[in-house]
């Protein structure tokens, strides 16, 4: 089974390459399941019901978030009815939305999507390296093929959860910080990982913030309201294959596409 995830998705530069892209890469790579993290795709912060629905449109499968899924507060009732909408399963009890997805598509076999939030120079939420025993043991009583996005900041956090988790999960992609990383690999155990998967939207900015806008913040160490940028879209993503019956990853690509991109 090949799943696609998409990194960090930014903006309308974001959301316009996914929309002339995605078909063409689901095509020609034969992905089966498409997932993407998009707490940023309304304007650059927070996400809307009606850029959920559109990104739905494209052919994505399931949505992940992080801690900017709130930004917009439209999104809280949406989140709460819309399974494939997920926020980092590690919030408190109460909060709106889920944290995992079990399902399927097109009659294929069931996939456990995960979503989670690290804690270091994050907000301190539950621990997830404990939720994510009870959520893989429920996962897998029913399917095999289970990814995990973990959305955190520290390299360190993301790496230790990945070996934490390996041989049960068959995927941990990481994501927040908007830069991919080279370090793609199969563990030991048979779990792929990659400490980022990178940043989908405008690639000329400061991780999709204009750069005078976040220049100012750092010179004068006061807030200032961030410009989301348009210029030089790419697509980042990765493409890994699992083995079915055992969910073992049996190999992951990193990917990194412009607007012009052919097969």
Same mark, same amino acid.
Request: a negative charge; glycine letters at 0%; zero cysteines.
């Given at each position: 089974m090949r799943l696609l995830f998409i990194g960090d998705v930014i903006g309308k530069s974001g959301r316009r390459i996914i929309q002339h892209l995605l078909p063409r890469i689901q095509k020609a790579f034969h992905v089966d399941f498409t997932v993407a993290n998009v707490e940023n795709a309304a304007g650059g912060f927070g996400l809307t019901p009606q850029v959920a629905k559109e990104l739905l449109e494209t052919g994505i499968d399931v949505m992940t978030s992080g801690n900017h899924i709130w *930004?917009?507060?439209e999104i809280f009732e949406y989140i709460q009815n819309t399974p494939q909408l997920l926020r980092p399963a590690n919030y408190p009890p109460g909060v709106p939305g889920r944290g995992m997805f079990i399902g399927s598509v097109s009659g294929g076999p069931k996939v456990a999507i995960i979503n989670l939030q690290g804690r270091v120079f994050m907000p301190p939420l539950d621990c997830p390296f404990r939720l994510a025993d009870t959520l893989l043991a429920e996962a897998l009583a029913t399917?095999?093929? @289970? $990814?995990? *996005?973990? !959305? /955190? #900041? &520290?390299?360190? #956090?993301k790496i230790c959860f990945s070996r934490y988790v390996q041989g049960r999960a068959g995927a941990v992609v990481g994501t927040h910080t908007h830069v991919q990383t080279a370090d793609e690999q199969i563990l030991p155990q048979g779990t792929a990982f990659i400490t980022d998967v990178g940043m989908t939207g405008p690639h000329d900015s400061v991780i999709g913030v204009e750069y005078a806008s976040s220049m100012q913040r750092f010179l004068l160490q006061i807030p200032r309201k961030y410009t989301t &940028? #348009?210029? *030089? /879209?790419? $697509? !980042? &993503? @990765?493409l890994i294959e699992m083995e079915e019956e055992s969910g073992r990853a049996q190999s992951i690509r990193r990917l990194s596409l412009s607007e012009?991109?052919?097969p």
């Open positions: *930004d917009k507060k399917t095999r093929i @289970v $990814l995990i *996005d973990f !959305h /955190a #900041e &520290a390299t360190s #956090e &940028a #348009e210029r *030089d /879209a790419k $697509l !980042h &993503a @990765v012009t991109w052919n």
